[in-house]
Protein backbone atom coordinates (compact mmCIF):
# COMPACT_ATOMS: atom_id res chain seq x y z
CA UNK A 1 0.00 0.00 0.00
CA UNK A 2 1.09 3.68 -0.15
CA UNK A 3 2.90 4.63 2.98
CA UNK A 4 5.05 7.33 3.61
CA UNK A 5 7.68 7.57 6.78
CA UNK A 6 9.50 10.02 8.22
CA UNK A 7 11.15 10.66 11.80
CA UNK A 8 9.20 12.94 14.40
CA UNK A 9 12.20 15.62 15.66
CA UNK A 10 15.23 16.93 14.32
CA UNK A 11 17.61 19.54 16.23
CA UNK A 12 20.04 21.08 14.74
CA UNK A 13 22.54 24.60 15.62
CA UNK A 14 21.82 27.57 13.86
CA UNK A 15 24.19 27.86 10.98
CA UNK A 16 24.63 23.99 10.22
CA UNK A 17 23.31 21.68 7.80
CA UNK A 18 19.68 19.97 8.39
CA UNK A 19 18.70 16.69 6.62
CA UNK A 20 15.51 15.28 6.41
CA UNK A 21 14.74 11.85 5.95
CA UNK A 22 11.55 10.16 4.43
CA UNK A 23 11.09 6.76 3.00
CA UNK A 24 7.93 5.60 0.55
CA UNK A 25 6.66 2.42 -0.07
CA UNK A 26 5.33 2.77 -3.05
CA UNK A 27 7.61 2.36 -6.27
CA UNK A 28 5.06 3.56 -9.15
CA UNK A 29 5.65 7.19 -7.45
CA UNK A 30 5.62 10.12 -9.53
CA UNK A 31 6.46 13.06 -8.20
CA UNK A 32 7.90 13.56 -4.33
CA UNK A 33 6.85 16.62 -2.45
CA UNK A 34 8.64 18.97 0.28
CA UNK A 35 5.92 20.29 2.37
CA UNK A 36 6.73 23.20 5.35
CA UNK A 37 4.48 24.36 7.81
CA UNK A 38 4.17 26.86 10.14
CA UNK A 39 2.96 27.61 13.37
CA UNK A 40 -0.87 28.59 12.52
CA UNK A 41 0.19 28.56 8.48
CA UNK A 42 -0.78 26.06 5.67
CA UNK A 43 1.24 23.74 3.80
CA UNK A 44 3.82 25.54 1.89
CA UNK A 45 5.28 23.76 -1.04
CA UNK A 46 9.17 23.75 -0.41
CA UNK A 47 10.32 22.11 -3.87
CA UNK A 48 9.25 18.72 -5.83
CA UNK A 49 11.22 15.92 -8.05
CA UNK A 50 10.31 13.62 -10.45
CA UNK A 51 10.51 10.09 -9.98
CA UNK A 52 13.07 9.88 -12.77
CA UNK A 53 15.43 12.64 -11.06
CA UNK A 54 17.77 12.27 -8.12
CA UNK A 55 19.27 15.40 -6.96
CA UNK A 56 17.44 18.58 -7.21
CA UNK A 57 19.10 21.63 -5.77
CA UNK A 58 17.45 25.10 -5.29
CA UNK A 59 19.46 27.99 -3.83
CA UNK A 60 19.58 26.57 0.31
CA UNK A 61 17.40 23.13 -0.66
CA UNK A 62 18.77 19.70 -1.51
CA UNK A 63 16.21 16.93 -2.60
CA UNK A 64 17.78 13.24 -3.19
CA UNK A 65 16.22 10.71 -4.44
CA UNK A 66 17.06 6.71 -4.22
CA UNK A 67 14.81 5.15 -5.77
CA UNK A 68 16.30 1.77 -5.41
CA UNK A 69 16.14 2.38 -1.56
CA UNK A 70 13.11 4.57 -1.91
CA UNK A 71 14.50 6.98 0.19
CA UNK A 72 14.10 11.10 0.33
CA UNK A 73 16.29 13.63 1.93
CA UNK A 74 15.81 17.02 2.66
CA UNK A 75 18.97 19.10 2.87
CA UNK A 76 18.73 23.16 4.29
CA UNK A 77 22.24 24.37 4.04
CA UNK A 78 22.99 27.37 6.66
CA UNK A 79 19.79 26.05 8.54
CA UNK A 80 18.84 29.65 10.23
CA UNK A 81 15.86 30.37 13.04
CA UNK A 82 13.35 30.76 10.21
CA UNK A 83 13.43 27.85 9.28
CA UNK A 84 12.02 26.34 12.59
CA UNK A 85 8.79 24.41 11.38
CA UNK A 86 7.49 20.85 10.19
CA UNK A 87 8.64 19.65 7.08
CA UNK A 88 6.25 16.89 4.94
CA UNK A 89 7.68 14.73 2.50
CA UNK A 90 4.88 13.30 0.61
CA UNK A 91 3.86 11.34 -2.85
CA UNK A 92 2.05 10.91 -6.16
CA UNK A 93 1.60 8.17 -8.27
CA UNK A 94 1.19 7.43 -11.32
CA UNK A 95 -2.42 5.51 -10.51
CA UNK A 96 -3.75 8.94 -9.26
CA UNK A 97 -3.43 12.32 -10.59
CA UNK A 98 -5.29 13.96 -7.77
CA UNK A 99 -4.10 12.97 -4.54
CA UNK A 100 -0.65 13.06 -2.78
CA UNK A 101 -0.13 11.21 0.42
CA UNK A 102 1.58 12.70 3.41
CA UNK A 103 4.50 11.69 6.29
CA UNK A 104 3.75 12.44 9.94
CA UNK A 105 5.96 15.37 9.39
CA UNK A 106 9.28 16.12 11.22
CA UNK A 107 9.41 19.26 13.49
CA UNK A 108 12.95 21.04 12.84
CA UNK A 109 14.07 23.18 15.94
CA UNK A 110 16.57 25.32 15.60
CA UNK A 111 19.61 25.83 18.67
CA UNK A 112 21.08 28.91 18.92
CA UNK B 1 0.77 36.89 -4.17
CA UNK B 2 -2.23 34.62 -4.76
CA UNK B 3 -2.96 32.53 -2.11
CA UNK B 4 -6.02 29.86 -1.00
CA UNK B 5 -8.38 31.47 1.84
CA UNK B 6 -10.03 29.93 4.17
CA UNK B 7 -12.57 30.24 6.42
CA UNK B 8 -13.34 30.55 9.36
CA UNK B 9 -10.03 29.44 10.74
CA UNK B 10 -11.92 27.55 13.76
CA UNK B 11 -14.89 26.36 14.17
CA UNK B 12 -16.74 24.39 17.51
CA UNK B 13 -19.76 22.80 16.84
CA UNK B 14 -21.99 20.30 18.54
CA UNK B 15 -22.38 17.14 17.80
CA UNK B 16 -24.95 15.80 15.24
CA UNK B 17 -24.69 19.16 13.42
CA UNK B 18 -23.84 20.12 9.59
CA UNK B 19 -20.86 21.99 9.51
CA UNK B 20 -20.02 23.61 6.09
CA UNK B 21 -16.24 24.78 5.42
CA UNK B 22 -15.07 27.92 3.12
CA UNK B 23 -12.69 27.54 0.48
CA UNK B 24 -11.55 30.47 -1.81
CA UNK B 25 -9.19 28.92 -4.38
CA UNK B 26 -6.77 30.46 -6.43
CA UNK B 27 -8.61 32.28 -9.16
CA UNK B 28 -7.33 30.13 -12.71
CA UNK B 29 -6.86 26.88 -10.94
CA UNK B 30 -9.13 24.45 -12.28
CA UNK B 31 -8.23 21.69 -9.56
CA UNK B 32 -9.61 21.49 -5.91
CA UNK B 33 -8.98 19.70 -3.01
CA UNK B 34 -9.91 18.60 0.67
CA UNK B 35 -7.65 17.25 2.94
CA UNK B 36 -7.88 16.77 6.86
CA UNK B 37 -5.51 16.21 9.68
CA UNK B 38 -6.50 14.64 12.92
CA UNK B 39 -4.24 15.98 15.79
CA UNK B 40 -0.83 13.86 15.89
CA UNK B 41 -1.93 11.72 12.62
CA UNK B 42 -1.06 12.63 9.14
CA UNK B 43 -2.17 14.72 6.49
CA UNK B 44 -5.01 12.23 4.85
CA UNK B 45 -6.76 12.88 1.19
CA UNK B 46 -10.28 13.65 1.02
CA UNK B 47 -11.38 14.11 -2.48
CA UNK B 48 -10.85 16.17 -5.15
CA UNK B 49 -12.81 18.03 -7.71
CA UNK B 50 -12.45 18.79 -11.26
CA UNK B 51 -14.79 20.24 -13.96
CA UNK B 52 -17.66 20.39 -11.22
CA UNK B 53 -17.36 16.89 -10.16
CA UNK B 54 -15.95 15.09 -7.92
CA UNK B 55 -12.53 13.12 -9.77
CA UNK B 56 -11.89 10.95 -6.46
CA UNK B 57 -12.53 10.56 -3.16
CA UNK B 58 -10.76 8.52 0.20
CA UNK B 59 -12.37 5.47 2.13
CA UNK B 60 -12.89 9.02 4.39
CA UNK B 61 -15.23 10.99 1.83
CA UNK B 62 -18.53 8.72 3.27
CA UNK B 63 -22.16 10.05 2.52
CA UNK B 64 -21.84 12.55 5.60
CA UNK B 65 -18.98 14.85 3.15
CA UNK B 66 -20.00 16.95 0.29
CA UNK B 67 -18.31 19.42 -1.76
CA UNK B 68 -19.66 21.75 -3.78
CA UNK B 69 -18.62 24.84 -5.98
CA UNK B 70 -21.64 26.95 -5.71
CA UNK B 71 -20.01 30.04 -7.79
CA UNK B 72 -17.08 30.62 -9.59
CA UNK B 73 -14.97 31.24 -6.46
CA UNK B 74 -16.12 28.83 -3.37
CA UNK B 75 -15.28 25.66 -2.98
CA UNK B 76 -17.52 24.24 0.07
CA UNK B 77 -16.62 20.75 2.29
CA UNK B 78 -20.32 20.00 4.00
CA UNK B 79 -20.28 17.57 6.88
CA UNK B 80 -24.05 16.81 7.04
CA UNK B 81 -23.85 15.42 10.87
CA UNK B 82 -20.57 15.88 12.64
CA UNK B 83 -19.21 12.93 14.86
CA UNK B 84 -16.78 13.57 17.44
CA UNK B 85 -14.15 12.26 15.36
CA UNK B 86 -14.63 14.95 12.84
CA UNK B 87 -12.15 16.97 14.70
CA UNK B 88 -9.27 18.06 13.04
CA UNK B 89 -7.50 20.55 10.91
CA UNK B 90 -9.20 20.72 7.73
CA UNK B 91 -6.91 22.02 4.59
CA UNK B 92 -8.55 23.11 0.95
CA UNK B 93 -5.96 23.17 -1.80
CA UNK B 94 -5.95 24.24 -5.50
CA UNK B 95 -3.83 23.50 -8.40
CA UNK B 96 -3.53 24.26 -11.86
CA UNK B 97 -3.31 21.15 -13.16
CA UNK B 98 -3.23 17.88 -11.15
CA UNK B 99 -1.56 16.75 -7.93
CA UNK B 100 1.53 15.92 -10.38
CA UNK B 101 2.38 19.60 -10.11
CA UNK B 102 2.33 22.04 -7.17
CA UNK B 103 -0.65 22.70 -5.21
CA UNK B 104 -0.91 25.76 -3.27
CA UNK B 105 -3.05 25.18 0.20
CA UNK B 106 -5.08 27.13 2.45
CA UNK B 107 -3.99 28.12 6.29
CA UNK B 108 -6.49 25.57 7.10
CA UNK B 109 -9.54 25.46 9.50
CA UNK B 110 -9.62 23.87 13.38
CA UNK B 111 -12.81 21.74 13.26
CA UNK B 112 -13.97 21.27 17.13
CA UNK B 113 -16.86 18.69 17.25
CA UNK B 114 -18.23 18.86 20.82
Known amino acids: GEDVEQSLFLSVREGDSSVINCTYT??????LYWYKQEPGAGLQLLTY?????DMKQDQRLTVLLNKKDKHLSLRIADTQTGDSAIYFC????????????FGSGTRLSIRP | EPEVTQTPSHQVTQMGQEVILRCVPI?????FYWYRQILGQKVEFLVS????????KSEIFDDQFSVERPDGSNFTLKIRSTKLEDSAMYFC????????????FGQGTRLTVV
Open chain 2, 49 to 56: FYNNEISE
Open chain 1, 49 to 53: IFSNM
Open chain 1, 26 to 31: DSSSTY
Open chain 2, 93 to 104: ASSWVGANTEAF
Open chain 2, 27 to 31: SNHLY
Open chain 1, 90 to 101: AESMSSSASKII
